[in-house]
């Protein structure tokens, strides 16, 4: 059984810059190079450590972003929480066997004005150090606890200074979504690169891996029924389908969105290519979950699909269907944590480790069986 994130930093003790082998920094990055192998454990602390606020929180992030740099093939380095005197700044370093280099800046959100020319110094630093042999070997990379799509600051930031063939941006969801892949043998360090690095006249390589994957890819079903007694009741297409819904990758927003969406509009977006908005019907089902946060509302599906702005959609052009819900019920101050012991109950997981690879299950909306949706809208 996993041990809670709290419960590890409380054990570590007070994250800083103390230097020696046996101090609260050394304690946790050890608990997390010999503990936490599997993606989805490595998940399940980000998304807790996403939920608190502070010091030690912002620094146990900074530590579990340069860890994941491993699970994606990287050789890394840790850096410091605060700057000092004669040392360079870096969060984290991570090194591919080939050479490339990517020097890693954490930020928990994008709230405050950050300046570029930080990180392009850390850069800089060690190539003058010989750590790094150029900026041809090596990028800049931003990586964001808790994007906000509608501000993009950082992105803004690097296109307005230039600094695209220098700087990347990547939120923790999708660098987690990457390791998935590259755990699930769907992606390989090589394909990592290709999408982290500057563009290179060669498109073939990102063609490839997305060939790869649409090759892969399995078609979203519910888990077959078990054989039952001819007495049993035979289930129609006409019959209600259950629906799980995720919303974003940032938490508070996520809740804020479903809060305003479901709990007060009384309706729900889907994309055009949600395979979703094709089969859901009146009388369904559809459960909401707040990536980062659990499942925090279920509803009833009270029409299908149609195409139509919504003035309470954010980003209404990129979700143009919409549906209309009944019988609404929201508990975001009481949420269903997608934790380990419970995606181990889900038929979804079934035959699946529930601490290996679990972003999958939360990347579409998706049907699930009844079975699923009674444990994620339970309040027990």
């Keep these: 059984m996993m041990i809670s994130l709290k419960r590890i930093l409380d054990l570590a003790g007070r994250l800083d810059d103390s230097p020696g082998e046996n101090t609260p920094r050394e304690r946790f990055r050890s608990y997390l190079r010999s503990n936490v192998m599997e993606v989805g454990q490595l998940r399940d602390y980000i998304e807790e450590c996403l939920g608190e606020t502070g010091e030690q929180p912002s620094r146990a992030l ?33 090194k ?8 890693i ?12 020319s930080a990180l392009v110094g850390y850069v800089d630093e060690l190539i003058s150090q010989g750590v790094i042999p150029g900026w041809d ?54 394909d990592v690169l290709a999408i982290l690095r500057p563009s290179t ?31 049993e009741k035979v289930v129609t297409a006409d019959e209600p389908t259950c629906w799980l819904a995720p919303v974003g990758s940032n938490g508070s927003k996520a809740t804020e969105i479903i809060r305003s969406l479901v709990g007060v509009g ?11 908005r094709r089969q859901m019907k009146e009388n369904d089902q559809i ?47 009481q949420p269903k944590v997608l934790n380990a012991k419970v995606r181990a109950e889900l038929d979804a997981f ?8 679990w972003g999958w299950f939360l990347k579409m909306t998706r049907r699930i069986s009844p079975k699923d949706f009674e444990i994620l809208t339970s309040r027990g």
């Excluded at 579990?64 to 984290?92: I, P, Q, T």
């Excluded at 954490?106 to 300046?115: H, P, R």
């Excluded at 009384?266 to 979703?276: C, E, I, Q, T, W």
Aim: some cysteine.
């Design 266 to 276: 009384r309706v729900f977006a889907l994309g055009d290519r949600s395979p979703a």
């Design 350 to 357: 079934e035959g699946r480790n529930p601490e290996g690879s």
């Design 62 to 94: 900074q530590d579990m972003v340069v860890r994941l740099g491993e699970l994606l093939g990287f050789d890394v380095a840790y850096g410091r929480y605060n700057g000092g005197r004669g040392e360079v700044g870096f969060d984290g370093l991570w």
């Design 137 to 190: 070997h090596a990028l800049g990379l931003y990586v964001v606890g808790r994007p906000d799509p509608q501000v993009r600051q950082l992105e803004n930031a690097i296109i307005a200074e230039k600094r695209t063939h220098q700087l990347r941006v990547a939120s923790v969801e999708s660098l987690l979504s990457l390791a998935e892949m590259v755990d699930e043998q769907e992606a390989t360090h090589e």
């Design 201 to 231: 006249p060669d498109v073939d390589p990102v063609v490839d891996l997305l060939a790869r994957l649409m090759a892969r890819r399995e078609p979203d079903t519910l888990p077959k029924p078990a054989l039952a007694p001819s007495t």
């Design 287 to 333: 459960c909401f979950y707040a990536c980062g946060v659990g499942a925090v509302a279920h509803a009833r599906i009270a029409s299908r699909p149609e195409k139509g702005l919504h003035a309470e959609v954010p980003i209404p052009e990129k979700y143009p269907w919409g549906i209309r819900l009944g019988d609404v019920h929201l508990y975001v101050e």
């Design 96 to 103: 591919s066997p080939g050479g490339f280099s990517l020097v």
């Design 105 to 116: 800046e954490v930020k928990t959100s994008e709230t405050y004005a950050i300046k570029t």
